[in-house]
Antibody, heavy 118, light 110 residues
Framework: QVTLRESGPALVKHTQTLTLTCTFS??????????VNWVRQPPGKALEWLAL???????KYSASLEARLTVSKDTSENQVVLTVTNMDPVDTATYYC??????????WGQGFLVTVSS | QAALTQPASVSGSPGQSIIISCTGS?????????VAWYQQHPGKSPKLIIY???NRPSGVSRRFSGSKSGNTASLTISGLRAEDEADYYC??????????FGGGTKVTVL
């Protein structure tokens, strides 16, 4: 059974850096075709794809946020970390991590609400 | 990069069929058969209902089907039920090897 869980600070201040951890089980990020993706959803708004890191350590970022995002992995610990610099109140959102097998994002975490105070 | 275009809302009566469109460009929807659809109920994580344009994961009702023509992908829900009332999102692979969501469609069962 595949599970993912996001964790991190629920509240960050304007201009601070957010660090979120995705801890997963039921698959290995060293298996060909696997990646972990980050997606966010502001309250009442649409999903927004942010970043991915794959089994080969390839990293891809949303063009609109690339300058502020960094993704990394610890394969032995089954964890992926997302950092977002210079947080702003508009970054208030539920952040999800999800497993992608080749081209399909098929398993999601429960989501983690991050609020940015001004 | 702007989101894929979806209608903000679609409604139908129980038993009817509805279609949700997802329009992009040749750099995303039109260029790849990597379009998926997700259903999201309030307060819940998205659930995969269609992948690779037309494929249904195991356990997803056959009432959900996907298709694509040119730069537009579509999700059809047949035999609409009360439990289908939710938000629906498309996502597509893009030419920059990133992914792009649609703006989401709220489905209301009348």
């Amino acid at each position: 059974q595949v599970t993912l869980r996001e964790s991190g600070p629920a509240l960050v201040k304007h201009t601070q850096t957010l660090t979120l951890t995705c801890t997963f089980s039921g698959f290995s990020l060293s298996t060909s075709g696997m990646s972990v993706n980050w997606v966010r959803q502001p309250p009442g708004k649409a999903l927004e794809w942010l970043a991915l890191i794959d089994w080969n350590d390839k990293k891809k970022y949303s063009a609109s946020l690339e300058a502020r995002l960094t993704v990394s992995k610890d394969t032995s610990e089954n964890q992926v970390v997302l950092t977002v610099t210079n947080m702003d109140p508009v970054d208030t959102a539920t952040y999800y991590c999800g497993r992608m097998r080749f081209d399909t994002l098929d398993s999601w975490g429960q989501g983690f609400l991050v609020t940015v105070s001004s | 990069q702007a989101a894929l275009t979806q209608p903000a809302s679609v409604s139908g009566s129980p038993g009817q069929s509805i279609i949700i469109s997802c329009t992009g460009s040749s750099n995303d929807v039109g260029g790849y058969n990597y379009v998926a659809w997700y259903q999201q109920h309030p307060g819940k994580s998205p659930k995969l209902i269609i992948y690779d344009v037309t494929n249904r994961p195991s356990g997803v009702s056959r009432r959900f089907s996907g298709s694509k023509s040119g730069n537009t992908a579509s999700l059809t829900i047949s035999g609409l039920r009360a439990e289908d009332e939710a938000d629906y999102y498309c996502i597509s692979f893009t030419s920059t090897e990133t992914w792009l969501f649609g703006g989401g469609t709220k489905v209301t069962v009348l």
